[in-house]
């Protein structure tokens, strides 16, 4: 027979001993671990599919204020370039407007310059025939009704005159000086020293300044 082997009773008493402090231990830290994180601020759990819309929130907001900040800058663009293209259209018209007035002012003053050279003309014409009655009545055989016979009889002759060669202002006698710097032949010997005495300094034709006059001659005279 195996002689049985017997626990001494002194050692599972103090087994006992341990485990029971052990779990009065643990019940102890139980019951003061509330106490402790009583005094610790609680930290806010967010959930992450809520972080996740409120992120995705925030960009859209931040996009749809990205779009209104450029719809609006494209609006003003678009006023500016609108005002600017409106105030190019108005100005090419103001000018067009002007140089229409100016182009009209000028054709008028050309007919009012015409209309005056022709009846200074026509009062120096009839002041010269008038002077040469008055020489034939009087009897005087003065220089001056000596031209103005002259120039009578040449009208008389002239009929043979080309047309393209006749005097602008006297539409009688042949072209024959020039005025320079224009270089135009216009006007016949008479009408030129009628034009030059009369102050007349302009040319008839194109109303240049008139530097120089010379008289030249046609090649039937």
């Known amino acids: 027979m195996t002689p049985s082997t017997t626990k001494p009773q002194g050692s599972g008493v103090e087994t006992e001993k341990r485990k029971g402090g052990g779990v009065l231990l643990c019940k102890l830290q139980q019951a003061s671990l509330p106490a402790d994180l009583s005094s610790v601020d609680p930290v806010p759990v967010v959930p992450e599919r809520a972080r996740w819309r409120q992120e995705v929130k925030m960009k859209d907001e931040a996009l ?6 450029r719809t609006k800058q494209e609006k003003i663009e678009t006023s500016a ?15 067009q407007k002007y140089k229409n007035d100016i182009r009209r002012l000028e054709q ?68 024959s000086v020039i005025f320079l710097p224009c270089a135009h ?37």
């Open 64 to 69: 749809s204020l990205s779009n209104s900040e």
């Open 81 to 95: 370039k609108s005002h600017e293209n409106a105030s190019i259209v108005k100005e090419e018209n103001d000018l």
């Open 108 to 175: 008028q003053t050309l007919q009012l310059r015409l209309m005056i050279d022709s009846s200074k003309f026509a009062t120096l014409k009839w002041g010269m025939n008038k002077s040469y009655a008055s020489c034939l009545s009087d009897g005087r055989k003065s220089s001056n009704a000596y031209y103005l016979t002259k120039v009578i009889s040449q009208d008389l002759g002239s009929d043979d005159i080309q047309p393209e060669r006749e005097c602008v202002m006297c539409l009688a006698e042949e072209m």
């Open 185 to 221: 032949q216009v006007v016949c010997t008479k009408c030129n020293e009628l034009h030059e005495k009369q102050g007349m300094k302009d040319c008839p034709s194109c109303r240049t300044s008139i530097q120089r006059r010379i008289s030249v001659r046609s090649a039937d005279s």
